[in-house]
């Protein structure tokens, strides 16, 4: 059974850095789609960054410049490094990974990082 477990959440001052960890477990399949999305109480998940396993990126205009997604193929193993935090940023974040068969796209979700920016 696939598991995505995140690291790497915490309390930091604006200005600051945080480092997001995922690492997916229990299929030695790749993922075609590895990411980070995040939700506040009352709002909707929304999509923060995502990268192919070809290392095409996505990522929301309120996080270019300042977030960098990378991965590891070979661990299935995603990154998010998060610099200039700012109080707006905090939120809970889920880690995502995607994979499409023949059989159809499955879609798996990790438990979710919490992260807090203090003004």
């Known amino acids: 059974q696939v598991q995505l477990v995140e690291s790497g959440g915490g309390l930091v001052q604006a200005g600051g850095s945080l480092r997001l960890s995922c690492v997916a477990s229990?299929?030695?399949?790749?993922?075609?789609?590895m990411g980070w999305y995040r939700q506040t109480p009352g709002k909707p998940r929304e999509l923060v960054a995502t990268?192919?396993?070809?290392?095409?990126?996505n990522s929301a205009d309120s996080v270019k410049g300042r977030f960098t997604i990378s991965r590891d193929n070979a661990q299935n193993t995603v990154y998010l490094q998060m610099n200039s935090l700012k109080p707006e940023d905090t939120a809970v974040y889920y880690c995502?990974?995607?994979?499409?068969?023949?059989?159809?796209?499955?879609?798996?979700w990790g438990q979710g990082t919490q992260v807090t920016v203090s003004s």
């Open positions: 229990g299929s030695s399949s790749s993922y075609n789609v």
């Open positions: 990268m192919t396993s070809g290392e095409t990126t």
């Open positions: 995502n990974a995607v994979r499409i068969t023949g059989w159809g796209r499955f879609a798996y």
